[in-house]
């Protein structure tokens, strides 16, 4: 009996500091944020400092991300804001998928160092298939539409306060509406039999409508939730055909430049053409943007803005940019002032960046 409660004891301790964990993240928002960004400066200061540094580094960035989204997680809920039954499936796949994105670099260069460019390249391989499962099963299982990169982005904290204090200040207005019968809320023109609202029965500024008062939690869940489907959750735009192939050559891509690369090899063009025209024609064949949400106009701005990383992924990088490139950042250290102080570090950093996979074919 005893052996078999451990388990159950266990969980319960981990669900109590689950909860102690949110709870003082919720009341410490602002030393929350300070010890996230400390945490991401400190994983630049140790780069370079010691044997191992680069993967400690790396190790501690990936910490900072995902205490981020943890801790994003954790305001999520405060804020009242829980996605859909139908969602939670997506919603697991994407935390996933975030984990995942957030994790790979740190996985590539402990598999490099522990297993050498075979390993590496066998970690490379598995998360990449991995990744493009669970976004195929997203957008097509699951209608996820375009998906971004993080999958689930950082939240915005300060929004989530604000629909939680207005929240909040509702729950209270509940209570004192329950004072008010509706005939109180209420007066009838003796002219023309219209309804007027009394003052005692005005919203609060933030939310304050001029028509006639609905039963008071019934307004305040329809303010609630106009906010939340307005300002902190998007469904994902209906993808037509067109688009529905620009978003299936998108996903494609990583694995399709895996599978090339071995079969002509690293120093290959081939890859390298595949790779850019499948990314090119995911682009064109997605069209005119000015129709999708916010989050997904930003997100074709990346993908486009990233074409540029071409020029860094070999045998492009090799055989043109290099060169050019190093250069071009000499000339700068030398005629600009002060500026040899971050193009050095760059200069010295630049090769191990650009044998890292997913540092230069990111996705």
């Given at each position: ?54 993967l400690i580094s790396e190790l501690i960035y990936s910490a900072s991300n995902l ?61 990449q298939i991995a990744k493009t499962v669970m976004r195929f099963y997203v957008l ?222 990111t996705s």
């Amino acid at each position: 009996m005893a052996a078999a409660s451990l388990p159950a004891k266990f969980e319960h301790f981990l669900r109590e500091l689950k909860d102690q964990y949110a709870k003082t993240v919720r009341n410490n928002p602002d030393t929350v944020a300070q010890i996230e960004t400390a945490v991401r400066i400190l994983s630049f200061l140790v780069a370079g400092r010691f044997e191992n540094g680069e993967l400690i580094s790396e190790l501690i960035y990936s910490a900072s991300n995902l205490l981020v989204f943890i801790n994003d997680n954790v305001f999520r809920a405060a804020s009242k804001y829980l996605p859909k039954v139908a969602d939670v499936a997506k919603q697991r796949l994407k935390t996933w998928l975030t984990v995942l994105e957030y994790a790979e670099v740190f996985l590539e260069m402990a598999a490099r160092k522990k297993w050498g460019n075979k390993g590496a390249w066998i970690v490379i391989t598995v998360i990449q298939i991995a990744k493009t499962v669970m976004r195929f099963y997203v957008l097509l299982k699951l209608d996820g539409g375009i998906g971004t990169s993080p999958s689930i982005q950082p939240a915005d904290r300060e929004l989530l306060k604000t629909v939680h204090e207005e929240h909040d200040s509702l729950e209270d207005a509940w209570d004192e509406e329950a004072a008010y019968s509706e005939e109180e809320k209420t007066f009838t023109l003796k002219s023309s039999g219209r309804q007027i609202r009394t003052l005692h029965a005005s919203d609060h500024n933030g939310i304050r409508t001029w028509g006639v008062p609905q039963s008071g939690q019934q307004s305040a869940n329809n303010n609630i939730q106009s906010k939340k489907k307005n300002v902190l959750f998007q469904s994902p735009s209906v993808l037509n055909k067109k688009r529905l192939w620009a978003e299936r050559l998108y996903i494609a891509r990583p694995l399709t430049h895996l599978c090339a690369a071995y079969t002509f090899g690293l120093e290959s063009w081939k890859p390298w053409l595949v790779a850019c025209g499948m990314d090119v024609s995911s682009l064109f064949l997605m069209g005119d943007t000015h129709d999708l949400k916010d989050k997904e106009k930003a997100e074709m701005k990346r993908r486009s803005l990233l074409l540029l990383y071409y020029l860094l992924r070999s045998p492009c990088y090799d055989q043109v940019t290099r060169d050019r490139l190093i250069n071009s950042l000499k000339v700068v250290s030398q005629y600009v002032p002060l500026s040899g102080i971050i193009i050095r570090p760059i200069l010295e950093y630049l090769p191990t960046w650009q044998k890292m996979y997913f540092y230069v074919w990111t996705s």
